[in-house]
């Protein structure tokens, strides 16, 4: 029972220390830019601090013997032993680095880099030692130190009684003990350790109130008690000592060995009665079951004796910390939900926006006054629907901070390999946007990170050399920006080498040699499958994840990733996103007297298809030539099997969509019928998967419609043709 | 009646730890993440001992007893500090603020209710 208590506790551990390491990192980064608030070096020590401490009690020796190196070093930062230049908190930085390490190696029960942690905690020693390297003798003095810290196990067994050492014979000891004023301040209570020292044997206690002066002359706060014990026991001298532990500077002690003595003998609870007597008559009847618990010293006995004061200084002081605190942003409570639960939530408020959407038309059907009960009833009806959907997404909303956290250590690395020197700057990390996205945005952004170091900042000579500083400046940030997040890489390098990117993609035939491209689009031809423009393939971004890779997973997520990029200047990449993944902006279609919900965020354009621009081949296959580019113009009836026979172009509409590796298609459709904001409700769940169809929606009038899934509409429609067209193909350019 | 215990620490791993070790020892249990949720979780529930950690966020456990000794409500509660071996330098300096006494982190659960049952019956 309790060892599966400590198992959870273990995994809250593993949790909080997670939360630790990026407070920690987060801090550093803000001392690192010349943020030196004390509070920030406080909670960055704070969390080493707690990792160490919760470390010990799982006996994590590894994690704790690094911890308290690191606490140390800090602790000379946080008291300004230790001033935080750049190089001692870079180093700190990668200290938090293998932090971070050690508790993944404890947690996984996996390994971690022995030599590097070593390396760093003389690194970290040194720091301490004002840059001075550790000698081979003082190192061995930090051992011996060290070895205090030896976490103790926890036996979590209070079945047991812990083992009574053996030691049969018994001493006397003569204990005189007189409490000061102190003593009782602090909420110490004479009573309570003569009740431990009986517990140690047989005790004879003597209370001396020689000292208690007339009740008219008693100053409640004084102390004027002192006793004597004869204690027969078999514990030593240190074991009485340590129940006086607390109280040693705030009374007169002495304890002598194998004395004797003839004192009344009195049990503790008749000693307590004693004294009350003494104090205050009236309490003379008191039981001593009531009189063990009650305080020789009630807060009513001691009178309004100058507290009132101190009350107000201290209130005062609770004020200006609540005021410092204020100052410093809220403190955040949070409560754990269960993810299913919430989902749950998400859905019902979904099914509400549905159901509130079909009331109004049936309202204006049944011919009522815009004035009527119903009607106003059903205006606040959505406007509470709209507030509960707010508040849902607020929910599930969540700060880019925990994706965004972990690019610092990633820019380390990747510039310790590719020998550049980068600055991350990050920015609007409290913007918020659906856990979901947030989860599926690590990846991608990874890899945009990796690659605006790796291809976009030059190697610090050919910086310098350009006139620009060493340091190369990477900026990572997010945005609110009309109902979207929008979330911006951009490096200050040298920008995309549009010659390059050309030659390269007409050397792996993905345009032809005489295309004419704007610089926009050059751009844009790092998002096809396949490019790569690093003449070698480096261990960074050569991992076989190009960036058509990057823009189909944003894609994937609803959203759309756009380059600017200015010669020597750097290149800007522009990630547009969803707020949420549960509810979708799409254009709604009939095709076939079937009604269909295309995502807006893959429709380019919509258009008149003109008789003279559509070209037929043989077995239905079609092209429409849009600003001369032939485009496939694909049939979604027939595609999706609602009908036989090609429907006529010239009546229909065209949605110019693009699809995996900005291929673009035009889709042909019967009519649009309009654009709105959609619940996704997902078709396998309810009933299987669909090809050509990604999930479905009800719509206002409760009929339910099914969303387009168009890169998979769009691929299949291409292997058809590809088919039938094999040799003569030639629709890029 | 079983005696309540206002545990203050921002850990929660140790909020955790603390909670087990006492409610196995009978003990009732109220929590609180720092310095100035304790002073509010005191005032409302009353606790018979206190057993606060030093470093924390917002009020840290100086401030916190001395917010508890200069309350004329609650300045008779037993305050034990959660200190590691080698601060003697926080003992001392938690005992000034009018600590009245001291567990040992990591603390063994044994000697935790020791050191409760010194302070407060």
Redesign the interface.
Known sequence: M?MD??A??KQ??F??CEEQLAELEMGLLAIENGDHDQEIV??V??AV??IK??A??FSLDDLVHFAHIFENTLDLMRSNRLQPTPEVVKTMLRAADVLADLVRAARDDGDFDDARTEALAQELAALGNGGVAVSAAQEKEEEVDLS??R??P???N?DEE?AAPAEPEKKTFSIRFKPKPDLY?????AA??LR?IERLGVATITCDTSELPLLSELDPEGAYLAWTVELKTDADEATIRE?F??VE?DCDLEIKGDAASEAEELDVLALIRKVREAVEPEAASVSPEES??A?A???EDRGPVK??D??K???S??DQ??AD?AASGP?QTTSRVDRDRLDRLSELVGELVINQAMLAPRVTEAGLARGSDVTVGLDELEQLTRGIQDSVMAIRAQPVKSVFQRMPRLVREVAAMTGKSVRLFTEGENTEVDKTVIERLADPLTHMIRNAIDHGLEKPEKRLAAGKPEEGLVRLSAAHRSGRIVIEVADDGAGIDRTRVRASAVNKGLISADAQLSDDEIDNLIFLPGFSTAEKVSDISGRGVGMDVVKRSIQALGGRISITSKPGQGSVFTLSLPLTLAVLDGMVVTVAGQTLVVPLTAIVETLQPKGADVHGFGGGARVIAIRNMFTPLIDVGRELGYRNEAADPLTGVALLVESEGSMRSALLVDAIQGQRQVVIKSLEANYRHVHGIAAATILGDGRVALILDVDAVVANSRADMTAYLEPNLALAG | MSKTVLTVD?????R??LM??LT??GYHVVQAE???HG?EVLRATEPDVIVTDI?????DGY?FI??V?????H?????LVLT???DAEKKDRA?RA?????IV??????KLVDAI?????
């Open positions: 309790a208590a400590m959870v506790i809250t551990f949790q909080e406080n909670a020590f704070r601090h707690s401490g919760g010990g009690a205090q810290f976490p103790r926890i036996a979590f209070f812990p301040a602090k909420a110490n209570e309570l350790l431990e129940v532990e607390f500077w063990v618990p305080k010293r009630e807060p507290s009132a101190i009350l200084i201290d209130q002081k609770i910390s609540k605190h403190q | 921002d850990s929660r791993t140790m955790d730890m087990l070790a196995e020892a720092d310095g100035v002073l470093n924390m966020p917002r009020m401030g001395k917010g000794r200069g309350d004329e409500q300045r008779t509660i037993p305050i590691t071996e080698s005992r009018g600590a009245t006494g001291w982190k990591p603390f063994d659960p044994v049952r010194r302070v407060a019956t």
